[in-house]
């Protein structure tokens, strides 16, 4: 029975999700498989990946044939590098615990470089988020320096009316005493004339 390691498709339209599966070539894209070696999630930034790398090896070591996505993940996970390692130990070049050390190196070495691209990207969105809030500041400055003369003309307006209004005060008050000044000494000169 010829065996695939290939991807089966799950997920809803538009964000699909993939397991990492054994199965026989003739069966169905989305159908029975032998065994599930792991998930594959492309909608994430970098893709995440759940691989089991040993049960991925006993699959090649019996002669399973990788498609070329599937190829690609063992490559990233290192599946392909272990499966190459065992061989030199078939053949008596390494030891158990070199390959381990080799194998063990490598994931090291690429959690790093994983982990360097999941820095960059969130270094550059938070400048991203950086520029748009400057972006944002500078036309909040732009609107409140245009409303800024509309304001000052509202004021001048509002000391206006409130210097006509005070004039009209005044104006009022100024006619209310000048006849009560008049009535004043009207009233001195009557009583002035009693004593008399």
Do not use: C
Not at 1 to 12: A, E, S, T
Not at 92 to 105: D, Y
Not at 107 to 126: H, I, N, P, T
Not at 161 to 175: D, G, K
């Amino acid at each position: 029975m010829p065996v695939k390691i290939r991807l089966q498709r799950h997920g809803k339209k538009g964000k699909p999700f993939y397991w990492v599966v054994a199965a026989d070539s003739r069966s169905k894209r989305d159908g029975k498989f032998l065994e599930k070696l792991g998930t594959y999630n492309p909608n994430t930034n970098p893709a995440t990946i759940n691989l089991d790398v040993d049960g991925s090896v006993k699959w090649l070591q019996n002669g399973a044939q990788p498609t070329d996505t599937a190829r690609a993940i063992l490559s990233y996970k290192g599946a392909l590098l272990k499966h190459h390692l065992l061989g030199g130990v078939r053949k008596g070049a390494l030891t158990e615990e070199q390959v381990e050390e080799k194998f063990n190196a490598w994931v090291e070495e690429k959690e790093k470089a994983v982990q360097a691209k999941k820095d960059g990207l969130s270094k550059a969105e938070a400048d991203a988020k950086a520029k748009a809030l400057e972006a944002e500041k500078e036309v909040s400055e732009k609107r409140a320096a245009a409303a800024l003369p509309e304001e000052e003309a509202v004021e001048e307006e509002v000391a206006e009316e409130v210097a006509e209004a005070t004039e009209a005060v005044a104006e009022e008050t100024a006619a209310v005493e000048e006849p009560a000044k008049e009535e004043a000494p009207a009233a001195e000169a009557e009583a002035s004339k009693e004593e008399e």
